[in-house]
């Protein structure tokens, strides 16, 4: 039988202890080449996705305080239902999720309110409209599989949006502005130029109604008191005296 201080020299003139390679050495070779493997799928994230979070993170923190001005106001007026709207909406490969938003149109805080979501992924800066399950728009039923199975419709294709295309030419009253076809016609064309082009006909278009508007405020109107027709001139008044 060996003492231990035997059995200490058999291992100082044997091989080195074995030592765990997850704690002392390099990862075993699966472990490692998994991780190779994840590095080489590893893409990029779009173009439009980081136009999304950049530019959605600064609306964000730029509109917050006007957002908390106006909960803290609608909350003191106690509307019913809550400061909030909820809804549930169609996103991504038919993903649905609960969209709330601000309770009030003014400063278009409706929108506003809806940013985080486009930051957290669920919706973009600019697409079509975002539809409610079972809109048959949005190709698929109540339960949000396919309408037409082996299809996959092209609004599963990409994200709704705060803005689109339809919104900002829907208001020309054309036969070839309809919604549906402005939405459809950008899921075919859509890119980084084309966004941003929209976000500035976005933010252009209220603020040139909002300085018409001032401009016509402005503009002296015709005296109350004033009930002359129009077309009047001082001539014929001139004339009608000297006949009398």
């Known amino acids: 039988m060996q003492t231990q201080g035997q059995r200490g020299s058999a291992r100082r003139k044997g091989s080195p202890p074995f030592r765990s390679a997850g704690r002392y ?3 075993p070779a699966p472990a490692l080449s998994a991780v190779r493997a994840r590095v080489r799928q590893w ?10 979070v950049t530019l959605g993170s600064a609306l964000l923190t730029l509109a917050g305080p006007l957002l908390a001005a106006g909960a803290l106001a609608l909350a003191a007026r106690r509307p019913p ?19 709330r938003s601000l309770r009030t149109r003014r400063l278009r805080l409706d ?9 957290r992924g669920d919706l973009s800066l600019v697409g079509p409209e975002p539809l409610a399950p079972g809109d048959p728009r949005t190709g698929t039923d109540p339960a949000g599989t396919s309408a037409s199975p082996g299809a996959r419709h092209w609004r599963q294709e990409l994200k709704p949006g705060l803005t689109g295309l339809a919104q900002i030419r829907s208001r020309s009253g054309m036969p070839w502005d309809e919604p549906a076809l402005l939405d459809q016609h950008y899921a075919e064309h ?6 941003l082009a929209i976000l500035a006909s976005a933010v252009h278009t209220p603020l040139r109604e909002a300085a018409r508007g001032l401009a016509r405020r402005g503009k002296a109107g015709p005296s109350d008191t004033d009930h002359r027709p129009s077309g009047y001139s001082t001539a014929e008044e001139v004339g009608s005296v000297g006949t009398d």
């Open 25 to 27: 050495g390099p990862p």
């Open 190 to 195: 859509h890119g980084v130029r084309l966004d």
């Open 111 to 119: 929108l506003l309110s809806r940013l985080p979501y486009v930051v």
């Open 81 to 99: 239902g809550g400061v909030l709207t909820r809804s549930d909406r169609v996103g991504l490969d038919g993903h649905v999720f609960v969209l």
């Open 43 to 52: 893409e990029p994230p779009p173009a439009k996705r980081v136009l999304d």
